[in-house]
């Protein structure tokens, strides 16, 4: 995995630091519809990055163990809970089958060298369900590119998925079967650029979580999956 997220992030100033704890409260809300109590669970979060996803997973009384190659991001998540320094191989080899309730893996998949075999392995150490985000390949602001398709992207990303390609991946590659889909913001340019220069970042925030997600639901930011083994 890429070390390129940032130790401090200002969600006020700015929408997207928002929306890198939103696809976690809406990844965790697909678990709490499926099981409502999760009291004593375990809970995995494999590339934990500063420990967000462990914070709230505490905060449904889970026990939270995060997992990171960066020895700075598994100390800050140490606040929530334990930490490991991660491994570069196999998940499966380091942590064990069957060893945590649940798997939480949000914006990873897409900087690791071989996702299929990472995913599977994550799900072979996950006793009920993985929750799982990566960036979606489809979305609304690519209808607007006429000319210019070769734009920067993160450095660190090596592929990416829309839903359709995700759930391939998941269901015949990987021996997991999509239970639910989550949708976070749906960016919608030039609308969402008008409303962050007219009225601020928080006006943007409203549309892009409210009515633009629920017109374009499968345009969001991630592709968000509660998954099983099948």
């Known amino acids: 995995m890429s070390v390129h997220l940032p130790y401090t992030i200002d969600p006020d100033a700015n929408r997207f630091h928002r929306y890198e704890t939103l696809w ?23 590339g934990c990055g500063r420990g967000e996803t462990m914070g ?10 995060g997992t990171d190659i960066d020895p700075e991001c598994v100390r800050m998540a140490q606040t929530f809970g334990e930490g490991i320094v991660l491994k ?22 897409e900087h690791v060298p071989r996702p299929m075999e990472t995913l599977a392995s994550l799900g072979k150490i996950a006793r009920k369900y993985l929750l799982v985000a990566v960036p979606n390949l489809s979305r609304p602001q690519d209808m607007f590119r006429r000319r210019n398709w070769d734009v920067d992207i993160n450095e660190g990303h090596l592929q990416s998925w829309d839903h359709s390609h995700f759930r391939n991946m998941v269901e015949r590659h990987c021996g997991l079967k999509v239970l639910d889909w989550g949708f976070d913001a749906t960016v919608v340019p030039p609308f969402s650029n008008i409303a962050t220069k007219l009225f601020g970042q928080k ?4 549309l892009e979580t409210g009515p633009f997600v629920k017109l374009w639901p499968y345009g969001s930011i991630s592709v ?7």
Do not use: N
Not at 26 to 41: E, H, I, N, S, T
Not at 203 to 206: G, N, Q, T
């Open 224 to 230: 968000i999956a509660l998954l099983e083994r099948a």
């Open 56 to 65: 709230l997973a505490k905060d449904l009384g889970m026990i939270p163990t």
């Open 88 to 109: 570069i191989g196999d998940p499966l080899e380091q942590f064990g089958a069957d060893s945590f309730d649940v798997i939480s893996c949000f914006h990873v998949l």
């Open 203 to 206: 006006a943007a925030l409203k």
């Open 24 to 46: 976690k409260e809406v990844a965790l809300d697909l678990l709490k519809a499926r099981q409502p109590d999760v009291k004593g669970w375990s809970l995995l979060d494999y």
